[in-house]
C-alpha cells in the first residue's frame, strides 16, 4: 500500500524542524523607546559580556552609566569566584555600592547585555537604580540554554511593574547580537541548575 504522504517528504520536514531548533530564537525588534546613546553603552554591555567568557565566565555583561559616562561595569563572575550571585548586574552592585552613592544610582541607567533575572530585578530595586537597558530578552536565551519556551515566562518589566513601578526598563536592544553569544557559549557550557524550571 503507498503510504498518503511519501517517505522523503517526512524526511524533508524532520529536517526543516532540526534546523528551524537548531537555529535557535529569531531576534525581537528593538524597544523603539531607546536612544543612540543606549546602543553605545549596549554595545559595551556586550563586550563586557564576551570579556566574562574569555575569564571562563557566561555570557554576560553590565554597565551602569550616569551622564553619558561610566559609573561601573562589570560581568559575570560565577564560575571565577564559585558565587552563584555574581550575575553581571548583582555583583556589579554588589561590588561596587559601597563606593556609590544613592543618589548616583537613582540617576544612572544599567545597561545589561542580557534581561535581568528576577534575583538580579530585586538587585536594581534595592539599589535605587532608575532606568534598566536589557539586550537580550530572558525567555529568548533560557530557550537556547534549556531548549524550552514557557507561555507564562516572568519577565522583568513584569517584575517591576509589580515590585518597583518607579524604575523605568526598556529592552530588547541589537538583540541579534547577544544572541550570536548565547548560541556560541551554551551548547558547550550547559548549566544543570538551569535544566529544569523547578530548579
Ligand atoms: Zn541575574
Not at 557566561?58 to 552563584?84: C, I, M, Q, S, W
Not at 533575572?117 to 536565551?141: D, K, L, P
Not at 507561555?151 to 538583540?175: I, N, W
Request: charged residues 20%.
Amino acid at each position: 500500500m503507498t503510504p498518503l504522504i511519501p517517505r522523503a517528504l517526512i524526511a524533508a520536514s524532520t529536517l526543516l524542524a532540526r534546523n528551524l531548533l537548531a537555529a535557535g530564537p529569531t531576534a525581537l525588534p528593538d524597544d523603539p523607546a531607546c536612544t543612540a546613546e543606549d546602543r553605545r553603552f549596549m554595545a559595551r554591555a556586550y563586550e563586557l559580556a564576551r570579556e566574562g567568557v574569555a575569564s571562563g565566565n557566561a555570557p554576560f555583561g553590565a554597565v551602569l552609566v550616569k551622564d553619558g559616562k561610566v559609573v561601573a561595569e562589570y560581568h559575570n563572575r560565577v564560575n571565577a569566584l564559585t558565587n552563584v550571585v555574581h550575575h553581571a548586574e548583582t555583583g556589579l552592585i554588589a561590588t561596587f555600592s559601597p563606593r556609590i552613592e544613592r543618589t548616583t544610582f537613582a540617576a544612572s541607567t544599567l545597561y545589561t547585555s542580557s534581561e535581568p533575572c528576577t534575583m538580579c530585578c530585586g538587585s536594581i530595586r534595592f539599589a535605587g537604580i532608575g532606568r534598566v537597558v536589557y539586550g537580550v530578552t530572558e525567555s529568548q536565551f533560557e530557550q537556547i540554554i534549556t531548549g524550552e519556551t514557557h507561555a507564562d515566562h516572568l519577565g522583568s518589566k513584569e517584575v517591576f511593574a509589580r515590585t518597583a513601578p518607579k524604575v523605568k526598563v526598556l529592552g530588547p536592544l541589537m538583540e541579534a547580537e547577544g544572541l550570536v553569544d548565547h548560541q556560541k557559549y551554551w551548547p558547550t557550557h550547559v548549566n544543570p541548575a538551569r535544566m529544569k524550571r523547578t530548579n
